[in-house]
């Protein structure tokens, strides 16, 4: 597969060679050389990549490995991966980068800094605690199996490529409980509260008949043109896979969790009680947010934000006429009958409308757009008790399954209607689905960029994004408004909570009481959310940081440029390259400022 940016580049540097002196003709001609060389290295790896990692490339529209998962916690496969990034860390320090363009660089720097921190990450024990209530691989799978996500149950073939996943599904769970053992024999164990929230989602996939399995999906909804035969043998084997093998590996997990690893586990709930777990939390800081902050200036942060915060909320407590503090306010946009749907439908559905007015909204701030698709999807229920209140799945870049904003409709009277602008703000539109469709579909990007990312760039650009709402022409409901700095409270909240529970020993109590005291919080989410932090320390870092951070690099181009400042030029030039970490994001937007100048 030729690559389109060193066909570009080569093409490029011709043309101004023909212009030139023969004197400087040779160092085009390096340039060409060395960045052909960088090209090779990177769609080698990129396509070794897809063959380790099966589900990467069906996520993406690649179905060459469809018929197989992998055993990421296996140690022959940690193994590898740790071979492979050694390989092409040492294979691409022999480049030169002087020699190379300026979009060349970039990738050079970012194909680097994977291979370092993913090196860097083998030091600590992630394979011995592979699950949690929020990010599991038997929640995932039920998905994938589902006939509603990535895994295509279009032919014949997609349909026995997945009774196929389904035994590497199987021997996954084994190496998931041996993994476990070992953590439990070594000290380093999930907090006991997230494995009595992962029990039921795995025992709610323990069934007595196939045909009341979500893995019977694809056979409740096969294309009406498969022959009679193909039916009846497909039919015949998914109820034999799915009494046999699936259902058995729920049961064995099940067993473990319940038998023996739930009283085994630790009543701590920060990564502070590990092994090595100030050194564990601190990388993950730097992973998250793409910074050398300390935990101890992010929490100081959080602290300062929410103060600046809480004095935006009472203005808007002063446009409504709102008698009372704000933790009154609280109290009442979290109980008063106006701000809930009766019905989940409901919210869904208000959801779906919105989508055409933001749309044409955003063409206000916005020339470059995804061609992409997206659909909004309700939460399924076998996991929306844990789930966030939404989230994204990226589509394919060839437009054959759209983007997908999953909204959480678990406990409605818990989904103030003041909630949803900010949330389709950075979900869908010109959130998460602008910025990772614009970056899948750049052709001109090697696959890693392409397909890659960094979540303080990618969390800090869907918080921006809410930020954009009165820009936009959204939050003309002074409650709407509200919501979206609920959401900035929320994210800055997280800075406190999160650095809390994981460096300073806060306690699951401790987290809950400060989300309950400063904002508008039901129950039901605040205690996911608290878990969710304890499930992914420092993941929840990188939104208020990111955004801040974006905010921050416009704030200096538009005080640079004055005038000659383009907000829609500031949002291409930020989401035409894709997902890097943010110093890199603030040269390069530093770079843009002088050519506008």
Not at 98 to 108: I, K
Not at 199 to 223: E, K
Not at 333 to 341: E, I, K, L
């Amino acid at each position: 597969m030729k690559n389109p940016v060193a066909a570009i580049l080569a093409a490029v540097l011709l043309v101004a060679a023909c212009g030139e002196s023969e004197q400087n003709a040779p160092n085009a001609a390096v340039e060409v050389d060395t960045g052909e060389a960088l090209h090779a290295l990177f769609e080698e790896h990129f396509e070794r990549n897809l063959e380790m990692n099966p589900l990467s490339a069906t996520f993406i529209g690649d179905y060459r490995y469809n018929d197989r998962m992998a055993n990421a916690n296996g140690p022959e496969y940690r193994a590898a991966a740790t071979a492979m990034d050694e390989e092409f860390l040492a294979r691409l320090l022999e480049i030169d980068r002087e020699q190379l363009g300026y979009q060349d660089q970039l990738s050079y720097d970012l194909f680097r800094i994977n291979r370092e921190q993913s090196l860097e990450g083998n030091q600590f024990p992630f394979h011995l605690q592979p699950v949690n209530q929020f990010y599991s691989v038997t929640n995932f799978f039920v998905q994938l199996g589902s006939g509603t996500s990535a895994h295509p149950f279009k032919t014949v073939k997609d349909y026995e490529d997945f009774l196929s996943r389904a035994d590497d599904y199987s021997d996954i769970v084994d190496q998931i409980i041996v993994n476990m053992k070992e953590g439990m024999q070594t000290g380093v164990t999930q907090p006991r509260i997230l494995m009595e929230k992962l029990l039921p989602q795995v025992d709610a996939h323990i069934v007595d008949s196939p045909q009341d399995s979500n893995f019977y999906g694809p056979i409740t909804n096969m294309p009406a043109d498969f022959s009679d035969e193909d039916r009846a043998r497909l039919t015949a084997a998914y109820e034999d896979k799915i009494s046999n093998t699936i259902v058995p590996a729920y049961q064995r997990i099940s067993n473990f969790l319940g038998d023996e690893y739930i009283s085994g586990a630790r009543e701590s709930v920060g990564l502070y009680a590990q092994p090595n777990g100030n050194d564990w939390y601190a990388y993950m800081v730097r992973i998250r947010t793409t910074t050398d902050m300390t935990p101890d200036e992010i929490h100081q942060i959080g602290l300062d934000e929410v103060a600046r915060i809480h004095e935006e909320m009472r203005g808007v407590m002063e446009e409504v006429g709102f008698d009372g503090d704000l933790k009154d306010f609280f109290e009442f946009v979290n109980t008063d009958d106006q701000f809930f749907y009766d019905e989940a439908d409901e919210l869904i559905q208000g959801y779906r409308d919105m989508s055409d007015h933001i749309t044409a909204l955003s063409k206000e701030l916005f020339d470059v757009m995804p061609k992409s698709a997206f659909e909004v999807r309700r939460v399924e229920p076998f996991r929306e008790a844990s789930a966030a209140g939404g989230s994204y799945q990226a589509g394919t870049p060839d437009g054959t399954r759209p983007g997908i904003f999953y909204a959480n409709a678990y406990n409605i009277k818990a989904r103030g209607k003041w909630a949803m602008e900010s949330l389709f703000l950075h979900e869908a539109i010109p959130g998460h689905h602008f910025q990772i469709m614009i970056q899948r579909e750049n052709e001109g990007l090697p696959g890693f960029r392409r397909f890659g990312g960094f979540t303080a760039y990618s969390e800090g650009w869907g918080l921006y994004a809410e930020s954009l709402g009165k820009e936009l022409g959204v939050y003309t409901d002074p409650y709407q408004y509200f919501g979206g700095l609920n959401a900035e409270l929320w994210r800055s909240i997280r800075l406190v909570v999160d650095t809390g529970l994981h460096a300073k020993q806060w306690s699951r109590q401790d987290v809950l009481d400060y989300m309950y005291e400063n904002s508008a919080v039901a129950e039901v989410r605040a205690v996911a959310e608290a878990e969710r932090f304890m499930a992914i320390p420092g993941q929840a870092l990188a939104y208020k940081i990111g955004q801040l951070k974006i905010r921050d690099i416009r704030n200096k181009a538009e005080a640079a440029l004055g005038d000659k400042f383009s907000v829609k030029d500031f949002h291409t030039e930020v989401l035409k390259d894709g997902a890097m970490p943010l110093s890199m994001l603030e040269t390069k937007i530093e770079r843009w400022v002088q050519s506008q100048q």
